[in-house]
């Protein structure tokens, strides 16, 4: 039975720490600015490809990490303390109301036309907005050095979290008008 409870708490714990990391409701409003003009099929377009190469990314390197680690001889400890301090300092930014750099992505200025939609959906949506060095070292750092179960949970957690990504980008117009531009900056 503890070991269920253990197990309970740590797909709680990847859930919530993928969750700060990746911020789904905050990312709408960027999704919005990035497909401004897009039709609504060239939207659903650009989330599901957006989400699908960050699933694929953060799978690649759950499974692989260790062998990144290993090629490169880095110690999976120094990988967690810089994974720390990388979420240490954007907790720090968002506490004082600024949005970090490794999550500041583009304006309304950054619009796309239908020919670039493709683009988008990698750079800047998948890499680095969903599958940035913040989800990164939250994915290597749950799924590094365990067995396959919880490597495979990892996984699937992140799984979980990028079909919320995908609701939340086919919704965020929806989800902006209705929270309005001051609690979204609180978000």
């Keep these: 039975m503890t070991d269920y409870y253990n197990f309970a708490a740590f797909l709680t714990k990847v859930f919530f720490g993928f969750f700060a990391i990746m911020n789904p409701i905050a990312n709408g409003p960027t999704f919005v600015a990035l497909t401004d003009g897009s039709s609504k099929a060239e939207r659903k377009a650009v989330a599901r490809k957006s989400v699908v190469v960050a699933f694929i990314i953060i799978a690649l390197f759950c499974v692989g990490g260790k062998l990144l680690f290993d090629l490169f001889g880095f110690g999976f400890n120094a990988f967690q303390m810089a994974g720390g301090v990388i979420v ?93 531009d001051s609690f979204m900056k609180v978000i």
């Design 88 to 180: 240490f300092l954007v907790g720090m930014e968002m506490l004082h109301g600024r949005m970090s750099k490794m999550q500041s992505h583009g304006g309304p200025e950054d619009t796309i036309d239908a020919d670039a939609s493709v683009d988008i959906a990698v750079s800047p949506l998948a890499i680095p907005i969903l599958a940035g060095p913040g989800t990164i070292t939250t994915a290597m750092n749950f799924a590094s050095g365990r067995d396959l179960l919880h490597t495979t949970a990892t996984i699937a957690v992140f799984a979980v979290m990028c079909i919320i990504t995908y609701v939340t980008f086919l919704s965020s117009e929806v989800i902006s008008a209705k929270l309005g």
